[in-house]
């Protein structure tokens, strides 16, 4: 009974595990297919119901600096944009050594216009990235670089 109970907490932790993986890794494939305002909005939706994962939420963050292109209002897009760049630059602060988090701002950093001025982890972001691929699966870097692709190439 007692290795029956074992294997019971093993499938379901298991099972949970996966679900997570599967949830980023969807979560991924969608940053990647978000050009326009309905990929943008699946984005958004996809990471909106999870509140504990530094990594989720900054995708959603992303996703929403990405939304304010098709905002009209001019003061309301640079209160958006500071507001929400503020929230990631918090978020990294607590997980600096997360190298998913650090690609996420630098592509903020590199796709916001000059004057808005949100360069100042440009540099050291792209260094860090670059130092701690090796950290990461071979999935995660394949994903990674894909991304640094896109953002320096158009």
Known sequence: MKTLFHIS?????????????????????????????????????????????????????????????????PYKKLKVFNHLTNKIDS????????????????????????FLGYIDNINNDLTFIKQNLKTLTVNEIEYINTVLKRINHG
């Not at 990929?39 to 990405?66: F, H, W």
């Not at 978020?91 to 000059?114: G, T």
């Open 9 to 73: 907490i093993f499938v379901l932790l298991g099972s949970l595990f996966c679900f997570g993986q599967n949830e980023i890794y969807e979560i991924r494939n969608n940053y990647l297919l978000a050009k326009d305002f309905e990929g943008i909005e699946k984005l958004i939706i996809l990471t909106n119901s999870n509140n504990e994962s530094p990594l989720i939420i900054s995708y959603n963050i992303v996703a929403e600096l990405m939304m304010v292109k098709y905002e009209i209002n």
């Open 91 to 114: 978020i990294i602060a607590n997980n600096s050594n997360n190298v998913e988090l650090r690609m996420l701002r630098y592509s903020i950093q590199k796709k916001s216009p000059l």
